[in-house]
């Protein structure tokens, strides 16, 4: 039936009019991928208006529904068109249909009266999913709970739109418990370099398994992100990646989207920077203290520490601002002295109380208020300092709880990313072994290693022995493929790195190289002529040492060939010491499989000689 609007309207909202009441409407299908079988699991329908016009844009169309106050019925007529569109075309799998908070209100949509023209059609409701759009705020979800199981009762799935942005947030998912959850494309572009979408998108997954919905990446862009969330584990994604909404649509993946899905490669996941004692605000430590006046009695003082044992310090606040600090142990020494109490104990705290005190601010780091207590010249500074937000008190925190907290989260740091070179350590070096050997991925594990590194710190001091683990830190970066390749720093002179390139070899020969090249800069000329220096053994000998120099020992890992990262760190030791046999910077590779004995030695073991550096090569017989 004809819409018709009384009353003259502008061009647009009269082109917009024209558009409906001749159905100039068509719909697009983007493809959602099921990442385990490869298949397209379902399609997401999108309206469109006349190509070349203003109004192919939905959000054109649907501002003038909104302006004619006919936001309903343009969305039921939206619907005939994509119903009827889908049917023509015979996709498989589900149709996702988009329909805001409002419209779901639609009395004629909420009792099923398009039932009877889906079923015309061929679709059946369990293949239809709503999908819950439009940034609106609900402020009565009992009434929402309704309306949705309405849909639910006529057989319809629910999904929710956006997870993370407007509406979408964890109470709405919490309240309505839909069937999918799409993830706001904001938290997928660059998810592979950045850490923070990558462990929010994590927790999400996490959450998703606990409640039994399925989680939809969408807006996938780029090859780094579609392996992400493979490996990630997320099912369901989509995305210009994948392919583009058109309205015939193929109705199979790529063989290029087939490949990535199916590739043995994992990614290597962004790093989470742990030593972040920089960032941590100091108002973690915030302990809430009632203060004193500075107009209080000392005698009050003395009382509310006989009642209050653990109290150690009081601070002093006139009008909100802080102006001094009372501790125990200094006011208790005062009274205890002939005749004090009798003198000061009418007197007012002021009198007593401490001056010298450190104030920071909430927002203060952790490490910035240690930079100001152990920069303090105040031989008073006591244990406590005030916090204060835009100079009025907010409450105190301990000196020794600071250091304690700092000291316990560089511990924790230093398994999590080496202090000095920010690389990741033990526990992430571990985890993505064990990824490797639980994907049945095919890697190649690499153990680098410094020779004479400790005659070269004892000669050139500590700094210069940093910057040489620096160089040698920035070289592996430099040949490794950082989405491939994972560089982590054991600790000390000692790091891994762990190959899915094909061509590791010849890196780990420019690794050696550029070592090489590099380290010309970090030894003085005359030891470089005389290719060693003179320094203590550890038995206290001074003896003559080679330059320092670069050991790779490396093992080829196949699937099922190592059950663990223990496993994998015993066999590189192994390579490691036989690479360290050979003199300056080699490579020693170890093929053996740990099932198979070793062949005849003079088959195992091949000496190559390149460019007067000695690579030690291990073959299968």
């Known amino acids: 039936m004809p819409v018709t609007i009384d009353g003259a309207l502008s061009a647009p909202l009269a082109e917009f009019v024209n558009i409906i009441n001749t159905r100039h409407l068509h719909a697009v299908f983007q493809p959602i991928l099921d990442m385990h079988s490869g298949k397209f699991f379902a399609f997401e329908a999108l309206i469109r208006g006349p190509q070349h016009s203003d109004f192919y844009s939905p959000q054109a169309l649907f501002d003038c529904a909104r302006q004619l106050n006919m936001s309903d019925e343009f969305e039921h007529i939206c619907r005939e068109v994509i119903f009827a569109d889908y049917a023509q075309l015979k996709l498989p799998g589900k149709l996702f249909i ?38 609106h705020l609900v402020s009565d979800f009992s009434a929402l709970h309704d309306v949705l199981a309405d849909y639910r009762n006529l057989g319809f799935d629910l999904a929710m739109d956006d997870l993370g942005e407007g509406f979408s947030n964890l109470r709405m998912w919490s309240e309505v418990r839909p069937e999918f959850v799409k993830i706001d494309r904001h938290f997928i572009t660059g998810i592979a370099d950045d850490p923070l979408k990558f462990q929010l998108v994590r927790a999400m997954h996490q959450i998703a398994e606990t409640c039994g919905s399925q989680l939809i990446a969408e807006g996938i862009e780029t090859e780094a992100e579609f392996t992400t969330l493979r490996d990630l584990g997320i099912r369901f994604t989509q995305g210009y990646l994948i392919a583009k909404p058109h309205a015939q649509p193929a109705v199979t993946a790529s063989e290029h ?46 009382t509310r520490f ?52 450190l104030i920071v601010d909430h927002a203060d780091s952790l490490q910035q208020v240690a930079c100001k207590i152990s920069g303090s010249e105040q031989e008073t500074l006591q244990d406590y300092f005030i916090i204060t937000r835009e100079g009025r008190y907010l409450g105190i925190g301990s000196s020794r709880e600071l250091m304690n907290m700092i000291t316990n989260m560089q511990i924790k740091a230093a398994r999590y990313a080496n202090p000095l070179t920010q690389l990741p350590g033990n526990v992430p070096i571990n985890e993505h072994i064990d990824r490797l050997l639980a994907s049945n991925t095919p890697f190649v594990a690499c153990y680098a290693d410094l020779d004479a590194f ?77 290719r060693g220096f003179t320094a203590e053994n550890r038995q206290g000998e001074r003896v003559f040492t080679p330059i320092t120099a670069l050991s790779l020992g490396c093992i080829v890992a196949s699937p099922q060939q190592y059950h663990s990262h223990h496993e994998v760190a015993g066999s590189l030791t192994d390579a490691k010491k036989q690479a360290k046999k050979t003199l300056g910077s080699s490579l020693f590779v170890e093929r053996r499989t740990l099932d198979r004995p070793p062949q005849n030695a003079s088959n195992v073991l091949r000496m190559v000689h390149d460019e007067g550096r000695i690579t030690s090569l291990h073959h299968d017989a």
């Open 98 to 135: 988009n329909a805001s908070i409002p419209c779901l209100n639609d009395i004629q949509f909420r009792r099923g009266d398009e039932l009877p023209v889906m079923q015309a059609l061929g679709i059946a409701p369990r293949n239809v999913v709503i999908e819950i759009t439009e940034n």
């Open 257 to 302: 989207i087939q490949q990535l899905r199916t590739s043995a490669r994992i990614i290597v996941f962004p790093q989470q920077d742990s030593s972040n004692s920089s960032h941590t605000p100091i108002s973690q430590l915030l302990r809430v203290m009632a203060p004193i006046d500075p107009d209080t009695e000392n005698d009050a003082v003395y």
């Open 454 to 530: 400790k005659p070269y710190n004892d000669t050139y001091g500590f700094r210069r022995g940093d910057d040489v683990i620096l160089m040698l830190a920035q070289v592996l970066g430099e040949v490794i493929d950082p989405r491939l390749d994972f560089l982590g720093h054991i600790g000390g002179d000692d790091f891994m790195v762990l190959f899915q390139s094909s061509d590791w070899e010849s890196r780990c020969q420019n690794a050696l190289a550029l070592f090489d090249q590099r380290l010309v800069h970090l030894v003085a000329p005359e030891h470089l002529a005389m």
């Open 306 to 357: 006989e009642n209050e044992p653990k109290l150690q310090s009081l601070p002093v606040v006139d009008n909100g601002q802080p102006i001094g600090m009372i501790y125990r142990h200094a006011f208790s020494d005062h009274f205890a002295r002939p005749y004090r109490r009798e003198l000061f104990g009418k007197k007012p705290c002021r009198t007593l109380m401490n001056q010298a005190i």
